[in-house]
């Protein structure tokens, strides 16, 4: 079977995942989007009526079609030469975008995606999100997402004491000697800043919500591994779990059934056959749905705790090419505590070959301390 990664240079869990396939006999080819145009060349060819592609690069000898399975692991944007002319930097930028957009629903037309393409974009919205989720029965926090000052501050106000903010997307500062990452935040009037700054990015702004302890929940197919976070624990993860890095405990947990079912429904709504969701504990036992991650990073779980098996069941999830897929351990079963090395020292062998990711947070959810553990 040949497997296509759409992926980024040195993502773990891909390098694992190929290894586990390769292990099997199977082929699996990682196509790093970040390689485009400087190190990549891609072909379209139209000839009567018939549409062809090809793509060659750094690890791309095996590119050419036909896939069987599409892992749409997180696709990455060109990267454009920083020589380039400014003047011609955004020319450049949309003709390369629109170009791989084309390209990516030639490469596998026919072959079992996860995620399929056609939903992941709109399945990565937060706001889709948090629609779907209500409509499919789960409990969501009152929400405002806004770059309205007005609508902001009387929200906080009425939340007073007990308002969050949180970004859209991760984001990171690198100082000389330290590492800033924005993560959920208690937020009051007081830490406002003035309207022309509020107006310029818009946040999401949430009531507070009171946790027994989080859960961080993979779901592929129809296999569920739910994994409690035992947040509340320590200071630091109190407010965002990511901030506790390897410090976090991770044991073993289960789902209600109604629960259970209205993931199903929100993965329905949303088209998705592969997320990661995470719920809040209320110290009452209700379950408040945050968000769900369609490309999300799964294997610390396993890492924090090898009781969670994550590679094993993701690896044959590709392979069964089911999405009603549910996993049946077997005794043999691959671990990731056996494929970690290899993969790290795989990425180690490669040196600088690929363009680098210009944004590293398309390659984590989760805090440098956490991802290099």
């Known amino acids: 079977m040949r497997v296509l990664i759409p992926t980024y240079p040195e993502d773990l869990h891909v390098e694992e995942v190929a290894l586990a396939l390769e292990d099997r006999g199977h082929e699996a080819v990682q196509w790093c989007g970040t390689d485009f145009p400087t190190l990549q060349t891609g072909s379209i060819d139209v000839r009567g009526g018939e549409m062809g592609w090809e793509i060659s690069g750094p690890g791309l000898e095996g590119g050419r079609p036909p896939f069987d399975v599409v892992w749409n692991r997180r696709p990455t944007p060109p990267v454009l030469p920083p020589d380039l002319h400014p003047g ?9 975008r629109d170009f791989l957009d084309g390209l990516y629903h030639l490469a596998a037309p026919e072959a079992f995606w996860v995620n399929p393409l056609a939903t992941r974009a709109r399945s990565e919205l937060k706001a889709v999100q948090l629609r779907e989720a209500a409509r499919a029965g789960l409990a969501v926090p009152p929400t405002l997402m806004s770059n309205d000052p007005v609508r902001i501050r009387r929200f906080v106000e009425e939340h007073q004491g007990r308002a969050v903010y949180k970004p859209f997307y991760p984001a990171q500062w690198d100082g000389e000697d330290r590492v800033a990452f924005l993560l959920t935040s208690e937020v009051s009037v007081d830490d406002l800043p003035e309207d022309e700054i509020l107006r310029l990015t818009p946040g999401i702004f949430q009531e507070r919500i009171d946790k027994a302890h989080e859960l961080r929940v993979t779901v592929m197919g129809d296999h569920f591994v739910t994994a409690r976070l035992l947040s509340q624990e320590l200071e630091t993860s109190r407010l965002d779990w990511r901030a506790a890095g390897s410090r976090l405990r991770v ?21 998705i056959l592969f997320g990661c969701f995470d719920f809040i504990v209320t110290p009452e036992g209700e379950h408040v749905f945050l968000e769900v991650n369609p490309a999300g990073q799964f294997l610390w779980v396993e890492e924090a705790n090898p009781e969670l098996r994550l590679l094993a069941p993701f690896v044959d999830f590709l392979l ?3 999405p009603a897929f549910r996993w049946q351990p077997e005794a043999d079963a691959i671990r990731h505590a056996d494929y970690r090395r290899r993969a790290l020292d795989r990425i180690a062998a490669l040196g600088p070959v690929h363009v680098p990711v210009a944004d590293r947070y398309i390659s984590s959810d989760l805090p440098a301390e956490a991802v290099k553990r």
Not at 88 to 96: G, K, L, S, T
């Open 88 to 96: 011609d930097v955004p020319v450049a930028r949309r003709e390369c």
């Open 251 to 271: 044991e073993p947990d289960r789902l209600p059934r109604d629960v259970e079912e209205a993931c199903r429904r929100l993965m329905g709504n949303l088209g």
């Open 320 to 322: 069964a090419r089911d």
